[in-house]
Every structure is written in C-alpha cells, then in structure tokens.
C-alpha cells in the first residue's frame, strides 16, 4: 500500500474517482493525498483513511481462473469494459520509477464478473462482493475533516476579515502582534486552534452564493471563505469551489475571539 501513488477508477470510460499522492522529498515531510476526481479542483485526502481504503485494492482474490488463452474477449465483456481500475505504484526505494497496474472488469455471470489484469490473455472471476468493494468507494469518506493542517509554530501570518473586521495577526522571534499591537502568544494560538478544530461537516447540496462572505481566512499563501449556505451551516470555499460545509456555531466563535484583538 505505501509504494501506491494514485488509484483511478472508470465506469463507462469516464473517471469517477481519482487519488493522488506527493511522495515526501524527506523524512521530516509527509506524503501527501489528493482527490482529483470527482472534484473539478483537487481536494485535500484524508491519508489514513485513504491508505486503509487501498488495502482492498492489495488483497484480494479471485475465485477461478475462466480461460488461459482467450482469443476472443467480447465474450465476456471485456473488450470495452464497462470499469476499469488503474493503479500507479513504485517498487523498492525509487518513487519516480512508477508502474502501472490496471483490471479491466466485463460483464457479470452468477453473481461474479470477469476480469482482464493488464493486457493479459487470461480471463479470471471475480466475486460480486469484492467487484462492488472496489468500485463502490465514496470520495467524500477519504477527504480530510481538517480544513487547516499548518502547525501554529509554523505559521508567521494570519489575515481574518469580516463584516466590521480587519485582524493582522503577524509573528516572528520577537513575539505577536495584532494590527500592530503586541499581544500574548496564548492568545494568538487560542484563535489559531479554533481555525485548526474546524471541520468539514459534509457535501454542499445546494447552490452558494458567491458574493456574500461571512468571514475570510488567510494562511500564509492559503485562502479560505466562509459563505452563507443555512441556519446551521456556512459553506467552505477554498480555491474557488464550495464542495463542503462547517458548523456555522464554529465560525462564530472563531469571529467573536477575532474582534476581541481587533
């Protein structure tokens, strides 16, 4: 599972799910997981859930080989498959040295499909159960519930605007200060864990409105809007697309504690 770097899956030769990992450069870094589809702009991955989801991908078995040598795949719908999994991997210590592995999945006879890996001439059978497992995944289960990851240590500015507000919270070795007036570091990192508490509570299902921002978030080089959606909710944008909401409740506070170094 470690030396995987992307998984996609095609239903009907369009792709329905898409990850993709950024091997770390270093010990000292984390990979990285992304979801790039079904989302038209990339989605942070939740890693742990992403890594234990690939294990399905790993360990299964097929029930029987169906042919050794098959000259003839439409029998068996596998000359246009109507799903198709791929799998990007490295072996031993060289990540830029992929490989890649695909399974071709045709038509379904008593309660089993037929396979293809590769371009293979052997035709195997799959049960029903691990064909749904691998093609039934769900992308919003493997996105990450934390909208910011940055460690408060790591962080040197922090920009939040709202309606009546305008909080510049920079730090260096000197200490803290906001809108230019010193403040306490617990302070600051008081504010900063309520952003870092922050989760997404699920999917938008609805229409955003774009042109009303509740509050404005900036990270360093990383911007995040909070929009109106309902009574209990604001929507999340981040690089332009409102996928996901938060608990409007949350927001609040964060804004309350803001206009108290405002």
Excluded at 5 to 31: G, H, P, Q, W
Aim: charged residues 25%.
């Amino acid at each position: 599972v470690e030396n995987i770097t992307r998984l996609s899956i095609k239903n009907k030769n369009e792709i329905v799910f898409d990850v993709s990992k950024e091997v770390a450069e270093s010990d000292t870094n984390y990979d990285c997981w992304s979801l790039v589809k079904p989302y038209d702009t990339p989605v942070s991955g939740n890693t742990s859930a992403i890594e234990g989801m690939l294990s399905d991908y790993t360990s299964y078995s097929f029930s029987k080989m169906q042919e050794y040598a098959c000259s003839d795949f439409s029998k068996y719908g596998l000359d246009n498959p109507q799903s198709q999994i791929t799998i990007q991997y490295y072996e031993a210590e060289d990540s830029s040295d992929t490989k890649t592995f695909q399974l071709d999945i045709g038509s379904q006879e008593d309660g089993s499909y037929y396979v293809r890996m590769n371009d293979s001439n052997q035709v195997y059978v799959l049960a029903e159960a691990t064909v749904d497992t691998l093609l039934g995944v769900s992308a919003y289960d493997y996105v990450s519930p934390n909208l910011l990851t940055k460690e408060f240590a790591a962080v040197k500015e922090l920009h939040l605007t709202a309606k009546d507000l305008e909080v510049v919270l920079l730090k260096n070795d000197d200490g803290v200060t906001s809108n230019g007036t010193e403040i306490e570091e617990d302070t600051a990192k008081e504010l900063y864990t309520k952003l870092t508490d922050l989760t997404i509570q699920g999917e938008t299902k609805e229409s955003v409105d774009k042109n009303e921002a509740i509050l404005q978030v900036t990270v360093e080089d990383e911007q995040i809007i909070f929009r109106p959606y309902d009574e209990n909710y604001y929507a999340v944008e981040r690089n332009g697309a409102t996928y996901f909401i938060v608990d409007l409740r949350s927001v609040e506070e964060i804004i309350t504690l803001a206009k108290e170094l405002d």
